[in-house]
């Protein structure tokens, strides 16, 4: 690890080899959590590339518990988080209202590191217990349309770095790689990133990526890793890239204060449940329904975009998206 280090130190990136060496070297728990900070560093200075990004998406995906749902069209609905931008937890709530329009969605999520709550803080909140049983992540897919993987359960190489992100509280790579290591290898992505960089890396790897069936990768351009409706954004799919207005999904601009969450994951939780049960404000339905639709869209890429919000508008105001949580929580 010394070497690796005084090569970064030197302005130099890793080959996509070495950066599996040296992913693998810390999951094995030989290094340092000195080491390891002074690594993650590195990656908080500078651009990751796309090849270190690669490398290190292999390791975790070839130590992973693997999660085999059958062979179902699912749906991971996740961002990087590392916006800063404090909003309610939009993807956790859209998923239900995508599940309750007839989508299949297999989230992989976390505890929030730079934000106050991930999906993991919300759903547990919220009386959830995590598990890493197949059969039981099955039924649960079946049940509600719904399955949710807490990455530490089926990461191990993660468990080395964990307390150390949570003391740094701060984004690191490990935030760019949570999307892309899904242990059920999902076919379909809906993805959010915090910068334009990013997001051309993402269409890059999914592209590449031969399970991958079909893929969205969201940027707003005012730095949200979410069709945030605060105004434009960049979405990158298979050979293409758009830069829509709201108005392409049929909606209006939102301001960015009426998308801000609670100071505690419990606020969060209480915010999730009430865009669910039909009481959070016209702008929170309407952003939650925007990532909604775009997941119906990208597994059924047929229905245009602005019928999919329209579907995901119907799957809210009908109860079926409380429906599958309710199941889902049961």
């Known amino acids: 690890?010394?070497?690796?280090?005084?090569?970064?130190?030197?302005?130099?990136?890793?080959?996509?080899?070495?950066?599996?060496?040296?992913?693998?070297?810390?999951?094995?728990?030989?290094?340092?959590?000195?080491?390891?900070?002074?690594?993650?560093?590195?990656?908080?200075?500078?651009?990751?590339?796309?090849?270190?990004?690669?490398?290190?998406?292999?390791?975790?995906?070839?130590?992973?518990?693997?999660?085999?749902?059958?062979?179902?069209?699912?749906?991971?609905?996740?961002g990087t988080g590392g916006d800063s931008k404090d909003t309610f937890n939009i993807s956790t709530t859209a998923m239900f209202v995508a599940a309750g329009a007839g989508v299949k969605v297999a989230k992989h999520g976390n505890y929030g590191v730079s934000s106050v709550s991930g999906s993991s803080n919300v759903l547990q909140c919220l009386g959830y217990t995590f598990t890493n049983d197949v059969d039981s992540l099955r039924r649960s897919l079946d049940r509600s349309g719904v399955c949710f993987?807490?990455?530490?359960?089926?990461?191990?190489?993660?468990?080395?770095?964990?307390?150390?992100?949570?003391?740094?509280?701060?984004?690191?790579?490990f935030n760019m790689l949570g999307p892309l290591v899904n242990p059920a290898f999902p076919p379909f992505q809906l993805t959010g990133v915090f910068s334009m960089e990013l997001a051309r890396m993402?269409?890059?790897?999914?592209q590449n990526d031969p399970a991958k069936q079909g893929y969205i990768v969201l940027r707003a351009l005012d730095g949200y890793d979410e069709i945030s409706l605060t105004g434009a954004f960049k979405l990158i799919s298979r050979g293409q890239e758009e830069l829509l207005e709201p108005s392409a999904l049929g909606l209006e601009r939102v301001r960015a204060e009426d998308l801000r969450g609670g100071t505690t994951p419990e606020e969060n939780a209480q915010i999730f449940l009430r865009i669910l049960e039909g009481g959070g404000t016209t702008a929170?339905?309407?952003?939650?329904?925007?990532?909604?639709?775009?997941?119906?869209?990208?597994?059924?890429?047929?229905?245009?975009?602005?019928?999919?919000?329209?579907?995901?508008k119907e799957s809210l105001v009908s109860g079926k998206a409380l429906a599958a949580f309710k199941s889902f929580i049961q």
């Open 1 to 78: 690890m010394k070497d690796t280090l005084q090569h970064l130190f030197d302005h130099k990136t890793l080959t996509k080899a070495e950066a599996k060496k040296v992913l693998t070297e810390i999951a094995s728990g030989a290094c340092s959590d000195a080491h390891i900070t002074a690594f993650l560093t590195v990656f908080m200075m500078r651009s990751i590339t796309v090849e270190e990004l690669s490398g290190f998406r292999e390791v975790l995906l070839e130590l992973c518990h693997c999660v085999d749902l059958g062979g179902l069209p699912t749906i991971d609905m996740c």
């Open 149 to 173: 993987m807490h990455a530490p359960m089926f990461h191990p190489a993660m468990k080395a770095v964990a307390p150390i992100r949570q003391a740094l509280g701060m984004r690191t790579f």
């Open 202 to 206: 993402y269409g890059y790897l999914l």
């Open 284 to 312: 929170q339905q309407a952003v939650v329904c925007a990532n909604a639709g775009m997941a119906i869209h990208c597994v059924q890429p047929h229905i245009a975009k602005s019928d999919a919000v329209r579907l995901a």
